[in-house]
């Protein structure tokens, strides 16, 4: 997993979880401890704007 502070927006806890989670054997983390830590001390979660509900509501 590519861990870097260039794309910081993407530092958000619930994504790091879900990516070292998702690991069947092994989870490797690339990129600056630094980042590691932004995304661990993690912060307010920024609303996701994706349009899930009316695709569910269509279907």
């Known amino acids: 997993i590519p ?3 260039q794309h910081f927006t993407m530092l ?5 979880y879900t990516g070292v989670t ?4 092994l989870v490797v983390l690339v990129g600056q401890k ?18 899930l509900r009316e695709w569910l509501a269509a279907a």
């Open 3 to 5: 861990v870097v502070t």
């Open 12 to 16: 958000a806890r619930n994504l790091l």
């Open 22 to 25: 998702r690991g069947k054997r």
């Open 34 to 51: 630094k980042a590691v830590a932004m995304a661990v001390r993690g912060g307010k979660m920024k609303r996701r704007w994706t349009k």
